[in-house]
């Protein structure tokens, strides 16, 4: 697969046990902060949830996200299900601490 990440394989990403098992990804983050990527299955779930793993492993399950790879940091991308348009959007998060 052509990698088109700014990301390395193994670097650390964030999603759920859903996605891992198959799930599709609904909603992607591409935080502006570290440009660690979030992968999710749009659901609401419990932190207990939450799993780090190699962008690679998400990757690998899931190679059509190759196609959201260009979003800039701090802007996520949607999309209503599997194969369907990502609807990509700048975050408004505030940044205080």
Known sequence: MDWKFDQVRNAAC??????????PVLLVTHYDDDHSWA???GEVH????GMVVAMSTVLDR?????????IP??????????????SPYQNDWDDED
């Not at 899931?62 to 260009?70: R, S």
């Open 14 to 23: 964030i999603t759920v046990r859903s996605v891992i098992d198959g799930a």
């Open 39 to 41: 992968f999710m299955d």
């Open 46 to 49: 419990d932190t207990a949830d």
């Open 62 to 70: 899931h190679p059509e996200l190759q196609e959201i790879a260009h």
């Open 73 to 86: 940091p701090g802007w996520s991308a949607t999309r209503t299900a599997a194969g369907q348009p990502w």
